[in-house]
């Protein structure tokens, strides 16, 4: 049974999703609300309350779900878990991917951050979540360091 499928990071690029997942739809993009962006290496979610950020959202396959779960490295690397959001006025639930053990911020590797800057481009989303999450980022590394000094 196919199911709604919620992607914050590099599964927002139309051009990755094509090869790994063929027979998956895009269906633009929907606010997720109470969440935000972190990187953790790659992409990562965080229930934050009173922040919202804007995902794409798919309609998967068993078999894409299968191939995003090998990619994602679940059950062990991420978690799954299903939130609500609206979409064309409905409630639906879709399912999410999240980091389970909470690794520490670190910096993408610009391939990978070029191939979800794109993805965002690819749904029309503002890319505003990346840069925060990369000035969050920033800071913690500044602190990391002056507490060392």
Known sequence: MNKYYLAYGMNTNLEGMSRRCPAAVSLGSVVLTNHKLMFRTFCDIQYKIGHSMECALWVITPECERSLDRLEGYPDFYGKKEVTVEFRGKKIKAMVYYMKDLHSLNSPSEYYL??????????????SPIIEALEELAGKQEDEYYSRV
């Not at 070029?114 to 890319?127: A, D, F, L, R, T």
């Open 114 to 127: 070029n191939s979800v800057v794109e993805g965002y481009y690819n749904h029309n989303m503002k890319i």
